[in-house]
Nanobody
Framework: QVQLAESGGGLVQPGNSLRLSCVAS????????MGWFRQAPGKERQFLAS????????YITDAVKGRFTISIDSPKNSVYLQMDSLNSEDTAEYYC???????????????WGQGTRVTVSA
């Protein structure tokens, strides 16, 4: 069992930044690829980014590329999502996930975090 604990969400004004954190624990958590997803009300869950614990194979989806950055701090068992230039369309519940590195296109989510809410509003 792997546990993922997100933090860092909250209310932020448009144009400002937030950094989300996800602390991983449990058996063999470092064998998974780490990812971030979000889901806005009334919309489908959206994949945002992924990274290996080595810091390699970093991927950012085109929808947020240039504004969002994923990173790893392996000694702290933590993965981060830096979000800059936030706008109202970024309002969503954000989830950390452990992905099966052997699944085609990293499609299989093995473990989910509890989520942290981000609200972008003036």
């Amino acid at each position: 069992q792997v546990q993922l604990a997100e933090s860092g969400g909250g209310l932020v004004q448009p144009g400002n930044s937030l950094r989300l954190s996800c602390v991983a624990s449990g058996q063999s958590f470092n064998t998974y690829t780490m990812g971030w997803f979000r889901q806005a009300p009334g919309k489908e869950r959206q994949f945002l980014a992924s990274i290996r614990w080595s810091g390699g194979s970093r991927y950012i989806t085109d929808a947020v590329k240039g504004r969002f950055t994923i990173s790893i701090d392996s000694p702290k068992n933590s993965v981060y999502l830096q979000m800059d230039s936030l706008n109202s369309e970024d309002t969503a519940e954000y989830y950390c996930a452990a992905l099966d590195p052997h699944s085609p296109e990293l499609a299989r989510v093995v473990f989910w975090g509890q989520g942290t809410r981000v609200t972008v509003s003036a």
